[in-house]
């Protein structure tokens, strides 16, 4: 099959399955557009379909073409009485809403991240604007008969909101790479022209589209796509001009569909069509463009961070909005919980990428998760939040009828499902999202280790959990330190083999930055783990490669045998503590229980503390020096870089150096594939 037919056929294929997904799931409420996504998701690089798509440039082309078609037809669709009743509100939901969400948005991510007050900013507009294809597919699809005001100033706000949130995107991205205006005043002509200029075009498009239909004959079926390609080259010629695209279209929308149009149904009938499959190509499209990997990696931020803007930052940004428009407490509340978000936050999301912003990933992946949170939590429930809340024009039936079909109602209980399922499996994603090493085996017996440690291979060919309990009952000296040893070695050298892995990426980072070569989003996501955990800023590859190095085995070895008197201390047969320390999460550093899992997650703690804390600078600084001589690092000479581990210092060092070289253990200090197949019988150790 050639390449062209391959094409048409996977997206065919996918928008069919689409539509046939939404519309078996939507029999239990599920938000169609989440339904796109999910299958977007699936159909990606890391799901079912391994389909790799990873061209930004395009999504964003496509994304806001799609956008312009759905604000087209979204303002076509709204009546000018309508318009009227719901513009000052929806005004101030656009403005005022989105700088106030964005602002307290942006203050929650730089006190949960740590981010500098700019890149804080930036995630909180990314994430501030409501979106119109949700908004409408949910107030539009579900049949609800909420009230005219109510829908109104949703419908208008999420048409109107998208260009206040693109202008503080761009502003912050501007900031970020040096491109921002000089002055004060620049930043208010800029501001006043994209909105000026946007609307001005934006209605005389929508009129002169009106006027050439009424002086031109065409073909029934060219009405409709007449009047779009007027809407996308009002967007287009705004975007030109560096005016506000998406508000042009939208009023060129709202122009065209209070006028006198011909041909009035087909063309609203053709262009409820074309919005339908822009929503269903663009949601697919950014479903594969992001990898779950990176929301698993971002989940317990994500979740934050979408919690904190579902639940204060834009309710606080509505009731103060809303304060001069006599809403009722609970028509706000309503307006609160349909702050739906869904392609536009994506959509933003990949302008830092294309900018080259730092961390830009981590704005793209965060904004893909809180769009899921939203449409699965918020969008699941809107129903029940328009009964809740008393928004649904008064049907024949009492108010106590009604509140019992909410109770009853299969949907009721499929959201709240749907929503508790989503707080559960995030917080299990974070629990096991920590990469732990290849254990294969927990011996139950000394006897079970030794048949482990014996298969072929430097130190045994397995990785041990935990050492069994009875591992201190082995009388024999030689053979407790034997034992001890082969268990050490081959998960000391899992973990540097990890470290060597993770500075093979930063090499080739540096490469790219030497070829001008833009990194990927999924290396840009592994490029910001890896900053996170050696404790680097992401520009500062250098360092970072500094710090992603191997530590010497013999120097991890007699730090163990100093910490666990040879694995007979409780600390190690208990709670699998090899070096005398607390376990701590591999990003945040924040404290859990003294109780490692295995015995690889203590080596990788331990790694970790030298590689990123900077009381052991001086190691590193000594380790890259051997280092560019070409030579394998050594515990011996390592070890007096050490001191700060212990509180007694260089008493400390002194009893490393000697366990190191009373038990030789500077001949494991070499390359996994140099290493020697079975230690020789050792000594007692010098403590």
Do not use: C
């Not at 709204?78 to 403005?95: E, M, V, W």
Request: aromatic share 10%.
């Amino acid at each position: 099959m050639d390449s062209a037919a391959y094409i048409l056929l996977l997206g065919s294929g996918l928008v069919v399955l689409a539509i046939a997904a939404a519309a078996a799931t939507g029999r239990i409420g599920a938000p169609i557009l989440l339904v796109f996504l999910a299958l977007g998701m699936l159909a990606g690089e890391e799901g079912p379909g391994g389909i790799a798509f990873e061209n930004y440039e395009l999504a964003y082309l496509f994304g806001g073409l799609a956008l312009a078609i759905i604000l087209f037809d979204g303002g076509a669709r709204t009546s000018r009485r309508i318009f009227r009743l719901a513009a000052k509100p929806a005004g101030a939901l656009a403005t005022v809403g989105v700088a106030l969400t964005a602002g307290l948005t942006g203050a929650f991510a730089a006190w949960l991240f740590g981010f500098g007050w700019v890149e804080a900013g930036l995630l909180g507009a990314i994430v501030a604007s409501t979106d119109a294809a949700a908004v409408f597919s949910l107030l539009g699809g579900r049949g609800l008969r909420v009230a005219p005001r109510v829908a109104a100033t949703l419908e208008a706000e999420s048409g109107l909101n998208d260009p206040i949130a693109v202008f503080l995107v761009l502003a912050f991205v501007s900031v970020l790479t040096g491109t921002a205006p000089d002055t004060w005043y620049g930043w208010v002509l800029s501001v006043s022209w994209q909105a000026a200029g946007g609307a001005v075009i934006g209605m005389a498009s929508g009129w002169l589209i009106l006027a050439a239909q009424k002086r031109l004959n065409m073909a029934r079926g060219l009405y409709p796509i007449f009047a779009l390609a007027g809407g996308i080259a009002a967007f287009g010629f705004a975007q030109s001009l560096s005016a506000s695209g998406f508000l042009a279209v939208y009023l060129a929308g709202v122009v065209y569909g209070n006028g006198d149009r011909r041909e009035a149904d087909a063309v609203a009938s053709a262009l409820d069509g074309f919005a339908w499959l822009a929503q269903i190509g663009m949601f697919l499209m950014l479903g594969m463009l992001v990898f779950p990997s990176h929301l698993i990696a971002v989940a317990p931020g994500a979740l934050a961070i979408a919690a904190f803007l579902i639940l204060v930052a834009r309710p606080l940004a509505v009731f103060l909005s809303l304060i001069p428009f006599r809403f009722l407490p609970r028509e706000r509340a309503f307006v609160s919980w349909t702050g739906l978000r869904g392609a536009v936050p994506i959509f933003l999301g990949v302008i830092p990428v294309l900018a080259g912003v730092e961390n830009a990933n981590l704005y793209f992946s965060i904004a893909f998760a809180v769009v899921l949170v939203s449409l699965l939590v918020q969008g699941w429930t809107i129903p029940l939040a328009a009964r809740l809340t008393g928004v649904i024009e008064d049907r024949p039936g009492s108010e106590e009828r009604r509140q019992r079909a909410v109770w009853r109602s299969p949907r009721t209980w499929a959201g709240l499902a749907a929503a508790s399922a989503a707080m559960v499996s995030t917080v299990w994603i974070a629990r096991v999202a920590e990469p732990t090493g290849p254990v294969t085996i927990a011996p139950a017996s000394v006897d079970e280790l030794r048949a482990a440690l014996s298969a072929d291979g430097p130190g045994g060919a397995e990785l041990v959990a935990d050492f069994p309990p009875d591992f201190d009952q082995i009388e024999d000296v030689d053979t407790r330190k034997r034992l001890f040893l082969q268990t050490l070695e081959p998960l000391i050298r899992a973990g540097n083999a990890q470290v060597l892995d993770d500075r093979a990426a930063i090499e080739n980072w540096m490469s790219a930055e030497l070829e001008g070569r833009r990194l990927t989003l999924s290396e840009q996501a592994h490029r910001d783990l890896l900053a996170r955990r050696y404790n680097t800023p992401y520009s500062d590859l250098e360092e970072m490669l500094r710090r992603a190095d191997v530590i010497p085995p013999s120097l991890a070895m007699a730090q163990a045998v100093l910490a666990t008197g040879w694995g007979t201390s409780d600390a190690v047969l208990q709670r699998n503590a090899l070096f005398g320390r607390r376990p701590d999460t591999p990003e945040t550093g924040e404290e859990r229980p003294m109780q490692f899992e295995t015995l690889y997650d203590s080596v990788w703690d331990y790694m970790r503390a030298l590689n990123s804390r900077p009381e052991y600078s001086a190691l590193r600084e000594a380790r890259e020096s051997v280092r560019s001589s070409n030579v394998y690092p050594r515990g011996d000479a390592m070890a007096r870089y050490i001191g700060p581990y212990a509180q007694s210092g260089e008493a400390y060092v002194a009893q490393v150096q000697a366990v190191i070289e009373s038990n030789e253990l500077t001949r494991f200090d070499q390359p996994a594939e140099s290493s020697e197949e079975s230690p020789p019988s050792l000594d007692s150790p010098r403590l």
